[in-house]
């Protein structure tokens, strides 16, 4: 879903656009300036396609009352997050180097955003004579300028005309063709990759023979599972390179490893009678790195029961040494299977089905954030060179137009050096417990942002001033 926040100084009508694109009073209007302090977020419909807007606390209040900090943070957020931009300025005032000071700023940040767009909404022009006071905002360097009132709802049709246009609508969305789900087997040779693909097709479409390496390619074969179309891929088996000499291996351990960058979900097959052995933590790695969705299939467990040595507290054994093995994948689900005999192998589908589901799944921005403020607070991060890191807002990104979409974490924070990675997995593991990411890997952005208090910021500026005058004295 598209993100659009609206921007702007105080009191030109952010909140009243705000409350008439949403059809509801949400955001308080007053003349006094400065009356939204916080962000709000609600959802919006125009002409069948969906949105989020957020109204954003007006920029440049004046700090008596100690908000301006916060305040040009949470703009500061809102316009990381958002995809378009909408500029509100006042047409019956004119132009003001304060709306100039924040189209700087909105250019500075587009070229670190390639694509987002900015429409100068130009509010307060309640009849069409008042038009052409619009003219003069050209100068912000902005192709869209629109006149309009939001208070009487002028001129708002045309500007969401132009906002939306070329959006799919929510009808167009969910009739477009559903791409197959690339599933892509991985692993050492001879564990079973190609019997697993055949036990799920029912068929013999890949060759398997016990002799390792007789899948020397990559082989993408078409299935439907629930009216569902995949695509799985039967890899040739990777092997450690000091033991690889034949060129022709050497091709096929290549091609397996870039089949991981195209696979949407990737099954580590492991070989229950061998335990995880080095090569596999190196496949697996190579899907960590990549941020992959995971699953781990431990085949041959068929072999394991006429040993007598299958039953529940070795299955938890298996699994426990697993996880010890393979942490770097923990979001992974781990499944015993036997493609020779059939048994649960149709719980791979399964499984591959509730992960989609979690990487696709949105997560709350008040509960993310929630969780993560309760998380801190039960939790203090580690103190480095006394001082700590701090993790002041966090959002889930969709990524739905990117080729492998995985769940996004944009976290605005005051120093990415202070978090130490087993803080960092604290965290994960807590926002894991919350919301089902069931073998999602998370893709966490780091946005830093030192905030200094009024008072800091005021003896900052007055030592510099100081400084420069005392070097003008001795100049002179």
């Known amino acids: 879903m598209k993100t659009v926040a609206i921007v702007g100084r105080p009191n030109v009508g952010k909140s009243a656009l705000f409350n008439r694109l949403t059809g509801k009073e949400i955001s308080l209007v007053h ?48 316009l990381e997050t958002a995809g378009e931009i909408i500029f509100v300025v006042d047409g019956r005032e004119g132009l003001t180097p304060l709306d100039q000071d924040i189209a700087r700023q909105l250019r500075r940040m587009g070229e670190k955003r390639e694509g987002r767009r900015v429409f100068v909404a130009v509010n307060k022009l309640d009849t069409e004579a008042l038009g052409e006071r619009a003219d003069e905002f050209h100068r912000l360097g902005f192709e869209g300028v629109y006149p309009i009132s939001a208070a009487h709802g002028l001129g708002v049709q045309e500007l969401l005309e132009t906002l939306t246009e070329g ?18 087997f ?11 693909v055949n036990a799920l097709l029912r068929d013999r479409r890949t060759l398997v023979s016990d002799v390792a390496g007789t899948t020397r390619d990559s082989v993408d074969v078409p299935f439907r599972w629930k009216n569902r179309p995949f695509t799985l891929i039967d890899t040739a088996g990777m092997r450690q390179r000091r033991k690889v000499s034949d060129p022709l291996e050497v091709k096929m351990t290549g ?19 061998a335990g995880v052995q ?27 029961q006429e040993q007598g ?19 770097f994948l923990e979001y992974a689900p781990v499944l015993f299977t036997s493609a020779k005999s059939g048994e649960r192998v149709e719980h791979i589908l399964r499984a591959v089905e509730r992960i989609e589901k979690s990487r696709r799944a949105r997560i709350p921005t008040a509960a993310l954030n929630e969780t993560l403020q309760k998380a801190q607070e039960r939790y203090l991060p580690p ?37 130490l990675p087993a ?42 001033q100081s400084g420069r005058a005392e070097s003008a004295r001795k100049k002179r």
Not at 48 to 74: C, M, P, S
Not at 385 to 413: C, E, G, S
């Open 31 to 78: 003349d006094r300036p400065g009356v939204t302090r916080d962000r709000l977020v609600a959802p919006c419909r125009f002409d069948g396609r969906a949105f989020e807007l957020v109204d954003t606390g007006g920029i440049g209040l004046g700090d008596r009352e100690g908000f301006a900090a916060a305040i040009a943070q949470e703009v500061e957020i809102a």
């Open 309 to 327: 040595d299958a039953g529940k507290k070795r299955e938890q054994e298996y699994l426990n040494a697993l996880r010890h093995d393979l942490f």
């Open 423 to 464: 803080y960092q997995r604290y965290l994960e593991l807590k926002v894991r417990e919350k919301f089902p990411l069931e073998g999602c890997p998370i893709r966490w952005v780091w946005r830093e942002k030192e905030t200094l208090d009024p008072s800091t910021r005021v003896s900052k500026i007055i030592g510099k």
């Open 383 to 419: 103190s480095v060179a006394n001082r700590r890191f701090k993790l002041y807002y966090a959002t889930h990104q969709l990524d739905d137009d990117k080729p492998h979409p995985v769940p996004t974490l944009v976290a605005f924070v005051n120093s990415r050096k202070l978090l």
């Open 186 to 196: 991985l692993g050492r040779p001879n564990v079973g990759k190609s019997s697993l």
């Open 278 to 304: 080095m090569q596999d933590k190196k496949i697996g790695g190579l899907i960590a790195e990549a941020v992959r969705p995971c699953l781990i299939v431990l085949n041959k467990w068929d072999v394991v």
């Open 255 to 273: 091609r397996s490893a870039h089949t991981i960058n195209r696979a949407n979900v990737c099954v580590l097959t492991l070989d229950a009678t």
């Open 167 to 184: 959006w799919p609508t929510e009808e167009e969305a969910a009739a477009r063709p559903e791409q197959p789900l690339r599933l892509a």
